[in-house]
C-alpha cells in the first residue's frame, strides 16, 4: 500500500535524520498545518523533521556552492543570484512537500469517488451489507481512497471502533473536501435498512448525487478558471518576450546589469519557475472527476523495467546537437552575422527534438492499448444491456456471451468477450476463470479497473440466478451511462476554458518568440552597421574638430563590445519557449485529463514538435524579409 501511496523512497527517513541532526521547530501556525496535512495523508514524519529537513538542505545547497565558487575564485552576482534562488527553491518544495502531498492524496482520492459509489451501489445491489459493500470497493479501487477504505475496515475488524463509529470517522475526514460524496456515503448506508424496492431507488438517488455534485463542482472550476488562464498567458508569456526584445539594447546602456548570464537565468529558470508554481497552485483546486484507464497491470507493462534506453538517447540528442552547434559557432569571429543566428538554431532544436523523441517514446506502445480500454469502457454499458436483456429470457451467461460477442463486432468490447467464450470453449473454464485467471484470464489483456470491478460483480451475482443478473446489469448499465453522460458534459465544459490555451501553445507563443528573435537580430544588426560608420567616419577624419568630436561621442554612445550576442539571445528565447510550451501542455493536460501521463506526454511532444516549427519559420522568415529591406535603404 505504501507503493501505491507514491511516496518520495528518501523523504521519511530524512526527515528522521535531520530532527536528529538539529531539530528547528516551526512556528506555531505552521506546525499546526503540517500536523493536519501529515495525519491527513498518513505520512510517517513530525512537523519539526519536515520543518528542519527544509532548512538544513536549504543551507547546505547554498554554503556548499558558495565556498566552492570561493576558493576557485567564480563568485559573482549572477552566480551568487542563481544559488541563492537555487537554495530558496529547495527550501519551498522540501517545505512545501507534506502539504504538496496531502493535496495529491485529496486529489487523487477525489478521482475514485465517483467510483467508489458505483461500486458500493453494485455490492449492495448483490447484498445488502455494508461492510461488504466497503471491502468490495476498496478490493477496486487502486489509490489512496483505497487505503482509507481498508483502514475503516481494519479499525472494525480489530474492535477498535463499531462500523457505525468507523464510518463516521471517515465521513468527517472527506466532509470538507466533498460534501456530495459524504452525502452519497450516508444515502448508501441508509438503503441497507430498507426494502429491496426503496433500496435501488436510493442507490440511484446515492450515484445521481455524486454525479450532480461532480459537475457543479467542476462548472464551478472552469468559472473561475477563466481569469488565471488569461493572467498566465499575460504575465509569464506574452510580456515576457515582448519585454526581451529591448535586452539587447538595454546592454549597451546597462552592461553591469544586463549580462547574458543574468537574462538566461532570468528566462529559463526565474520565468518557468514562476509559471510553475501558478500553474500548480490552480492545479491544486482542481475538482478531479474519474478514473483514468491503467494499463500498467498489462502483461506487457506489469513489470517495471529499469532500463533508461530512452532517456540515454535523449541525453545523446542534446549532447550531439550541442556539440556541432556549438562547434559551428566558435570559429566565426564577428559580433554577428545572419549565419551565427541560423546555426544557433541547430542547438535549440536539438533540445527540442530530445524532449519530442522521450514524449513519444514514453508511450509507444501504450496509447494504442490506453485508447482501447477507454473505448472498451463507454461501450460497457451497451454491451451489458444487451447481455441483460437475453439474459432475462433465462439463457445460460456462456451462452449469451457466445451469441452477443459476434452481435457486438463493431466495437471495441467485442474482442473481450471473445476472449472469454474462447476460454469457456476451447480451455474448458468456468466464467471466472475465463475472466480472472492469473495467465489466460480476459481481465489480464485488457486491464481496466472499471471492467475487472463490474466482471466480479457478476460473476458474484450469477450465483444468485440468471434474472438477478440480468436487472443488476441493467441497473449498472444505467449507473455507466449517467456517469458517461456527465464525464462529456465535463470536457464539453472545459474546451471552453483550454481552447485559449492550446492557441498559446500552438501559435502565439511560438510566434511571439519568433519576432521577438527576428527583431533583436535586426536590431542588432542596425546597431553594428551604425557603430562601424562611425568608427570609419571618426578614422577618415570627418569634416572638421566639431564632426570628429560628434563621432566620437557617437562610437562612445554605440559599445558593440557590450551587446548580447544574438545567436546567445536566441538559444535563450528557445529554451524558454520550449519550457513554457511544455508547462503549458501539461497544464491543459491535467485540466482536461487529470493525473493520466500517457495523454500528457503526447500533448508535449506534439505541442512542442509544432511550435519549434512555427518558432523557426517565424524567426527565419522575419528576420529575412526585414534584413533584407534593411540593405536596400542602406545602400539607397
Known sequence: MEKRLNKMKFYEPAC???ETIFSISPPKGIKKRYEEAIKFSHLNVTPVGAFSLALQAALLVITIPIILAIAFDLLYPALFLLILIFGAVVFYLLYDYPFHYASVFRINA????TLCILYMATSMKISPNLERAIDYAARNLRGPLAYDLKLLLWS???GKESMEKALDTFIDKWKRDNEEFTEAIYLVKESSYRTAAKRDEILSEAIRVILDGTKERMRAFARELTTPVTAINA?????????????????????ELIQPLTLAVGYTILLPLVAYFLMKSYLEKRPYTFHQPDITRHPKFREKKFIFKELYLTLLIFGITAYLGVSLLLPIEARFTSEQLYLSFIITCGIALGVVYYSFSIITGKLKLRDEIARIESELPEALVQVGTK???????????EETAPKIKHLSISKFLHEITHNIRSLHMTFEQAVFDKTRGAINFYPSTMLAAIMKAITEIYRKGTEIVSKSMMAVSMFLKNIHSVEEDLKTMLSEVTSSMHLQTILLAPLSAGVVVALAALITEMILVLGGAAKLYEGIGGYGALSTAGSGILTGFINTEKIIPVHFFQIIVGIYLIEIVILMSIFISRIENGEENILKF???????????????????????????????????
Not at 110 to 113: K, R
Not at 235 to 255: A, K, Q, Y
Not at 391 to 401: A, D, H
Request: hydrophobic share 65%; glycine share 6%.
Open 16 to 18: 528522521k535524520l535531520a
Open 110 to 113: 477525489s478521482a475514485e469517488m
Open 156 to 158: 472494525v475488524l480489530t
Open 235 to 255: 504575465l509569464v508569456i506574452l510580456l515576457p518576450l515582448i519585454g526581451i526584445v529591448f535586452f539587447p539594447l538595454m546592454s549597451i546602456f546597462l552592461p
Open 391 to 401: 439474459l432475462s429470457l433465462g439463457l445460460p451467461l456462456e451462452k449469451v456471451l
Open 602 to 636: 503526447r500533448l508535449i511532444a506534439r505541442r512542442v514538435l509544432f511550435a519549434m516549427v512555427v518558432y523557426v519559420i517565424i524567426t527565419v522568415g522575419i528576420y529575412s524579409a526585414l534584413s533584407g529591406m534593411m540593405k536596400v535603404m542602406w545602400l539607397k
